[in-house]
């Protein structure tokens, strides 16, 4: 703006420096002969032309100026005025949104118990997507009226409601025909595809007369006798099985946690209660010797006997404190926050994040931290580095030099699994910008090497096996040097013959035809080296994971 009143006047000047001018070359004439008049009016002639150019130049630049800042303020204006609409169409579609989802549940709600209370003749309700067998009623005296259901009600139900998901045929009528050892095998032989399978099973067991009797009794073979393996190791059948059993508890409580769709008593009566307290009170003997340590917090028997007590709500029948103590059992499972929810112990976490830090569990007592919000009181950077220091601490051998190279290698071993848990931990709960990982990156890549490169000298050290010499005289020393002539007579045939009437299968002794004692030729005897063939064709089955 200063810049525009600046030239301007200028150009307002330019009339008195014309008449300078002008003066200036009046006085010049008069020192001259011959005149100037024809000249000077051509001079200034020329610069009034100039001094109008540029007032017409400056007067459209200036107009030009104007005209963009009104376009500008325009377009500004415009764009507030989209932008409240668009907020203000957004806002209504989302109140329209939830308006109709809260009609949908509290119609399916309503339809329901209008359900319960109908009946001359079954009424059949269809769900578009929805369990595949018919809703009926009990019977009333014939003059009852039963409620009518619009079915264009119905499917007006969001796509996004979780009843859009459908049971395949084999699931809905294992469910429906209550069997369960049916239902056990059928997860066993499908488990490539358990997590579709996962999806379908609420709804499958929705469509079975009694769910929760049918829960309750794949529980039957839970802690049936474990089938000794040749390895040590644990029943890869039976884990499956208890898996299989945890999993078919929390898809009953899935079930039952959508009021909307069932009635948590018409499912859950008293008779239903007392026979799940059974149960429990039959699985809790077994878990008064569960060593915490042993269960590294992933103790199934524990997770099912939890899952038993929330599923079925007989948490309240239990003591409290028994129950706490067996959380840190199965403190590195992912569904520890929710069953303690479910439990009615998120009043108690604190004290159970307290026991997890005072056993050396500091990850598992971060996940808990996040999972109630108690990181204030649990600091997860803090905790994670108590953990590593722990962790270096029961790394170090007490004399170095002294320890096996076994030992070393479990120290070693150890460290390596801290870090790694540490760095997963940080990534999860996105902890980089309060603890980078770099340097524990580094010390992971020293330890790997430091494996590997032990790895390498415990493979070269091994004694390799010789092989026999073709001509079957076994490993016998090298003879130089030889000046008996007849040495060379003693050597037996390269093809020596084959006694067909005395065939035996042992070797004969010495003869004339072997070479002199000197030699000390060996039996013949291969050390005996199979590889890692197995020619029973043997196959490991992978232990059954959900």
Not at 450 to 456: E, L
Request: glycine fraction near 4%; charge should be negative; charged fraction near 30%.
């Amino acid at each position: 703006m200063e810049d525009a009143q600046s030239v301007a006047t200028l150009i307002d000047s330019t009339t008195t420096k014309i008449q300078q001018l002008q003066q200036a070359f009046a006085e010049l004439e008069n020192h001259r002969a011959v005149s100037l008049n024809l000249k000077w009016k051509e001079l200034e002639a020329h610069f009034h032309g100039l001094e109008r150019s540029l007032k017409r130049r400056f007067d459209d630049l200036g107009d030009q100026e104007k005209e963009f800042k009104n376009k500008a303020a325009e377009a500004r204006e415009l764009l507030e005025k989209k932008k409240a609409a668009v907020k203000a169409k957004e806002h209504a579609s989302l109140e329209k949104l939830q308006q109709k989802r809260d009609a949908a549940l509290f119609f399916i709600g309503d339809a329901f118990k209008k359900y319960k209370t109908s009946s001359v003749k079954p009424v059949v309700v269809k769900v578009e997507d929805s369990c595949e067998s018919d809703l009926t009623v009990e019977e009333k005296p014939p003059d009852m009226k039963v409620a009518a259901v619009d079915p264009d009600e119905v499917n007006k139900i969001s796509d996004n409601e979780t009843m859009d998901v459908k049971p395949r045929p084999e699931l809905a009528k294992l469910c429906e025909e209550m069997d369960s050892k049916g239902l056990h095998k059928y997860i066993s032989d499908n488990r490539k595809n358990l997590a579709t399978i996962r999806e379908e099973i609420p709804f499958a067991l929705m469509i079975s007369a009694d769910p929760a009797r049918l829960v309750l009794d794949s529980l039957e073979d839970f802690y049936r006798i474990e089938a000794p393996t040749s390895d040590g190791k644990r029943d890869s059948g039976l884990l499956g099985l208890r898996r299989t059993c945890i999993m078919l508890m929390e898809c009953l409580a899935q079930s039952l946690a959508d009021t909307g769709r069932v009635c948590f008593s018409d499912v859950i009566n008293h008779d239903i209660k007392e026979h799940a307290k059974a149960i429990a009170e039959e699985w809790k003997p077994k878990l008064d010797d569960l060593d915490v340590d042993a269960s590294s917090g992933n103790s199934l028997e524990a997770h099912a006997f939890l899952q038993l007590l929330a599923t079925f709500d007989i948490a309240g029948d239990f003591d409290e404190e028994e129950i706490l103590k067996l959380i840190p059992t199965v403190s590195r499972r992912r569904q520890t926050a929710d069953l303690c929810r479910l439990l009615g112990l998120s009043h108690k976490m604190p004290g159970v994040i307290e026991v997890l830090v005072n056993t050396g569990r500091q990850i598992d007592a971060v996940n808990l931290a996040y999972a109630f919000e108690l990181t204030e009181q649990f600091s997860p950077v803090v905790l994670l580095k108590s953990h590593l220091k722990e962790a270096r601490k029961a790394s170090s051998p007490t004399k170095p030099g002294n320890a096996s190279p076994t030992a070393e290698n479990e120290v070693n071993d150890r460290e390596l699994t801290s870090l790694k848990a540490v760095v997963k931990c940080i990534e999860e709960h996105k902890l980089e910008g309060q603890y980078p990982v770099d340097p524990l990156q580094k010390r992971i890549s020293q330890l790997e090497k430091a494996k590997a490169d032990k790895k390498r000298v415990a493979e070269a050290a091994k004694p390799q096996p010789k092989r026999p010499r073709a001509n079957g005289g076994g490993f016998a020393p090298r003879v130089s040097n030889i000046n008996d002539k007849s040495f060379y007579a003693t050597v037996p045939d390269r093809y020596p013959p084959y006694n067909y009437e005395n065939m035996h299968y042992v070797y004969p002794g010495h003869t004339n035809n072997h070479p002199t004692p000197v030699l000390g030729a060996a039996a013949y005897n291969i050390p005996p080296n199979h590889g890692s063939y197995f020619g029973n064709g043997y196959a490991y089955q992978a232990p059954y994971l959900h």
